[in-house]
């Protein structure tokens, strides 16, 4: 009898604890008897907080990114700081998984209140899941060109946090005792690595398990020959209508990069290799180059304290122009149109706008501001690339003009390692990313 | 009257499940045929009825084709050559001897594993970068390095291995439990018939193990054609189309280029495609049945 009265005993326990773990009031009368349902009231208390505002009460926002927390860290503690009655919810979704992810809650009716908008913004934007900020007043701090890639009729659906780039990394010390100096060509590029394969040394490393990087480094070439024309820039707004093609207006950029293939210096073993191994290889001086951009500077320095490092931009065809960096405004900040503190995510973009959180922006990922007036010292490892940024050699188009973007250079990069291995050509990679284009154009109709 | 009264309870207690299984299955399969007769995108708000489009589509890409291509030889090889090495080490291991019993153990522990781990496990494994450790013993012995998993020629066997290696335990455990419970009299019989090993295990093992090889080989079929998380690990798909399956596609077009309906379409060729395979095998080993019981 004793045993029945205690099990029912227990059995009212777990039911009001687990009753006080779902109500949304958060009463610590249910919970407060047993310790293990003590976390659960917890949490719910944290809930009904962040849905109380009047109360003075911290508002949780969720902020969904493609950059680590790492790279942000400076800045999110500025925001911490600034805006104490907002908890900002930082969770990082890998840039493969990204849109996947992103856009499984999208049309769930859900979603992070702030999005890392990238390429796929002006989709996502011309859906309906974005909220059009452009009357607010951060707006006008913004330099039109930092704007451009997010405006979509007229209306602005996001504000530009720190352009990216991506150039080569160099090992300083290699090149020194070895004579190199920072190539002023697409051919000099290529007789870098003969000279250094000659001595033993490893020139290049690529990760190219991801379809990255190829795909980058060649459209720096069309950066290059192609874009470097400003007669040119009117084609990715034809592309974007399907009339534009990358196998006519690109093949004899693309023609000129593969000459680092048929040269032998990016070979298929390096479709074996991941991100995270190239980056091992650099960072141990296996290898005097990596193409790569800022954000991964943490890490090499981490990995190997002593390595000396610069960066110079993708040198073209002609010796007396400087060469193109890869890059733009690369990510920016979107509101989720069905935010439930879209007035909290505004508080949030507004504070960005400040000059004090660009410098923050930029203190754990190098690159220039787009806020006006905001002045940027990149620091020594970008010395090689001034000339390139004062030209303002820097572009992407897959991120600035293209509606598209995401999966079209997908589509080209992967068709780029298959170049590699040698089962495809140049044009045929092209032509795969046109059709992928179309396919896009058509899903859309 | 109790009978009725007792299907009525039986009928009962199968709602909760029944309903969980339309909610769950059902009618999100239904639903997926019914939009792959659409335009339906995640960027495209407005839904049409286009017909079989999306299917004219499909065939007409060969990267996608390539993909169901790629699943169905993936998940045949893996079907023969798991099961093959599952029964071999089942009929040697089935003894009671310690040694027998750790080996068994550790035949079976890689199937604990995520296949997460095991993928980033053997990515550094078999990476031709200096430090890979399968290309380290090659070249140890004098051969020359592999790009296991960046050759497209070989990328998807690489892939197969490393599943072969998780999931061979696995399947070796069932045909264990099932050589178990097969009676010692009919060897005892065969010894005095005078057969010898072989025949032994042709006439008596293999017959009797039926029902494991048909579970087996129709798990090891489906999960075949469903492979996902092992590529998306190690290769995502790559070098090029190369390992892409029909899941890294639907994943790819569905939800990364938001091409939903025609990721249904895909999804429900999939279907289609293993209703047929399942079907076929489960006809066969229904004439396998009939023929062991004349």
Known sequence: MKRKLLALLLSLTVIAGSLAGCGNEGSNAGASDTAGTADVSDTTDADAGATDTESGEVVKLRMMAYNAESTRATYLQYLADQLPGIEIEFEFVSNDNFDNVLNSQLQAGEGPDIIEGGGQTKLLARAGYLLDISDQEFIGKYADSGLQAYTVDGKVYAIPLQSWFEGIYYNKRIFEENGISVPKTWDEFIEIHKTLEAKGIKAQTMGAQSYEPMMKQSIALANNMFYSDSANLAFDEKFNTGEGKLEEAWLPAVEEWYKIIEEGCLQPEMLGLSYDQALDEFATEKAAMWECGPWAVETILEKNPDIEIGMFPIPGTNADKPGWLVGGPGSAWAINAKSKHIEEALQVLEVTSTAEAQQALVADNAGSSFVEGVEIDLGDIYADCDEAFKAGNVYAPWTAAWTNGQSVVEAYGKSLQEVLSGSRTVQEALAEADTTNLNLIDAMK | MGGKKRTRVYFLMIIPAFIGFVVLYIAPTAMSFMYSLTNWSVYNPEIRFV???????????????????????????????????????????????????????????????????????????????????LNMIITFFGGKPVNWLGDEKIALYSVLITQVWQWTGWSMVIYVANLKSIDGALYEAADIDGANGIQKFLRVTLPLLYPAVSFNVLMSLIGGMKMFDAVFVMTKGGPGYATETIMTTLIREGFNSGRTAYACAFAVIFFIVVFIFSQTLTYFFNKWEEAIQS
């Open chain 2, 51 to 133: 017909g079989l489009q999306n299917f004219q589509k499909i065939f007409t890409d060969a990267k996608t084709v390539a993909a169901l291509k790629h699943s169905v030889k993936y998940a045949f090889m893996i079907t023969i050559v798991q099961n093959v090495l599952a029964i071999i080490l089942a009929v040697l291991l089935n003894r009671k001897s310690r040694v027998v019993n750790f080996v068994k153990s550790l035949t079976f522990l890689p199937a604990v594993l995520s296949i997460m781990v095991v993928g980033y496990l053997f990515q550094y494994i078999m990476t031709s970068a200096d430090g890979g450790l």
